[in-house]
């Protein structure tokens, strides 16, 4: 099992990226994937997930409204897209396999390495 995130960067408060996050070893469109943030000096997070198929999909309180993830099965692929990103949206966002059903509790296993967000002016 191997996931793969991108997309972080220095974005503005207000700002938008897409992260990615692009999965291989094992049979992608059965299971759902989870986003997961850990801010510096904080506990990780759970952000959203989508279940293994086109939706349903499951949101932190603090990101409903401005965060959408979406997946491209085809691509073994999810997205993340965030829109009017706060400054406590920075941190280091993770992807997993999951059962949404558990939503927002973390995962215990084995992590990537994430991609870096920061909101910053």
């Known amino acids: 099992v191997r996931l793969v995130e991108s997309g972080g960067g220095v974005v503005q408060p207000g700002g938008s990226l897409r992260l990615s996050c692009a999965a291989s070893g094992f049979t992608f469109g059965r299971y759902g994937i989870g986003w997961f943030r850990q801010a510096p000096g904080k506990e990780r997070e759970g952000v959203s997930c989508i279940n293994d198929s086109t939706g349903p999909t499951w949101y932190a309180d603090s990101v409903k409204g401005r965060f959408t993830i979406s997946r491209d099965n085809a691509k073994n692929t999810v997205y993340l897209q965030m829109n009017s990103l706060k400054p406590e949206g920075a941190g280091v966002y993770y992807c997993?396999?999951?059962?949404?059903?558990?939503?927002?509790?973390?995962?215990?296993?084995?992590w990537g390495q994430g991609t870096q967000v920061t909101v910053s002016s």
């Open positions: 997993a396999p999951y059962f949404c059903s558990e939503f927002p509790t973390v995962p215990s296993g084995n």
